[in-house]
């Protein structure tokens, strides 16, 4: 909606046409979480745990890989990019979410809502995109062995992470600008403790019915086209890895993929069911629930997955923690 004003200079009507949208809303209050009482503090204190270990934690998995030579291949470079996203989306959601805790509710001004809603929005797309990629890795490692260093070469890595990220800005700058057509002349609080796709556009006293489909056909192209993807890898990788005589090679072939598989399903099962699958009967505890898995928790336990079952991983976190050892030991 914009607004247009008349000029009359020289006998003549000019139009000038002011690049202006309708919104009355200046700020929108958040609800958070409701009836937590005497246990705030405890929920902060949980929250700002999780936050400061999930920054920490996806931290060091970019420093591992940045100076570890023995994680210099195609499937760490993609887990340090899924770590900037995780530290993105997290440091997006937690800080607000806290004073949420403290204060029962908190205020953010509509721009502040709209650039959380931008960063939310891409750092989710991005996972996406980053987790069909590293399944292809996964795909290429078991399927095709003998290929696989000439296939994911250091130039086709960088293409793809270069690819991930400007599809994912892409993306969430269409989002983001069907959510600045619309006019927003009426409510301003919204039940969730951060700005959602849904529940800001609901705010909306314009059609919203165009934004609607254009989000539902990007939640297909974004969310439903990777998971079949993903799915599709794993169907050839289960169907190679079964044709592997001795259980040994059969169990090490699977467990280079456990990891990444474990983050798709707790991921995609959260993602799926928020954003794809029909939740008008859906309550809105369940909702927030659903959110907190895959804005704080996902994140969060991103690095343990990671590390915990992966030797590489925790070989390279031995060798830094023998080198400081012998370094501080005396002669």
């Not at 940045?66 to 887990?79: A, C």
């Not at 895959?294 to 590489?312: E, G």
């Not at 070989?315 to 080198?323: L, P, Y």
Request: glycine share 4%; net charge neutral; aromatic share 12%.
């Amino acid at each position: 909606m914009y607004m247009t004003r008349m000029l009359k200079s020289s006998g003549s009507v000019s139009e000038l046409t002011l690049i202006i949208p309708k919104n009355n809303i200046t700020t929108i209050f958040l609800l958070g979480f409701n009836n937590i009482g005497k246990f705030n503090l405890l929920v902060f204190s949980l929250i700002l745990i999780i936050y400061c270990v999930t920054i920490c934690g996806n931290l060091l998995i970019i420093t591992l890989v940045s100076y570890s030579k023995t994680l210099h291949f195609p499937m760490y470079f993609f887990l340090t990019q899924l770590s900037v996203s995780d530290i993105l989306l997290i440091t997006d959601i937690a800080p607000n979410m806290l004073n949420i805790v403290l204060h029962g509710q908190t205020s953010i001004s509509f721009p502040g809502c709209i650039t959380q809603l931008y960063f939310f929005a891409l750092s989710e797309t991005s996972e996406c995109f980053l987790l069909t990629v590293m399944s292809y890795d996964r795909y290429l490692a078991i399927c095709y062995p003998l290929h696989y260093v000439f296939i994911m070469n250091q130039v086709l890595c960088i293409t793809f992470v270069f690819i991930v990220w400007l599809l994912s800005g892409s993306v969430t700058s269409f989002i983001i600008h069907g959510v600045c057509s619309l006019e927003f002349c009426g409510p301003n609080t919204i039940d969730q403790f951060f700005c959602d796709f849904y529940p800001v556009v609901e705010l909306s006293c314009s059609d919203t019915s165009i934004v609607k489909m254009e989000s539902t056909l990007l939640c297909t192209a974004v969310i439903v086209l990777p998971f079949l993807l993903i799915v599709l890898s794993y169907i050839y990788i289960a169907l190679t890895i079964l044709k592997i005589s001795s259980t040994s090679g059969r169990l090490k072939s699977f467990s280079t993929c456990s990891s990444h598989l474990t983050v798709v399903s707790i991921f995609y099962g959260t993602l799926i069911s928020m954003y794809v699958l029909p939740n008008e009967g859906q309550s809105q505890i369940i909702s927030k629930i659903l959110a907190l898995l895959y804005t704080v928790f996902t994140p969060f336990l991103n690095p343990f997955i990671y590390s915990l079952r992966n030797k590489d991983i925790k070989k390279a976190i031995g060798n830094i923690m023998h080198a400081k050892t012998s370094l501080e030991r005396p002669w």
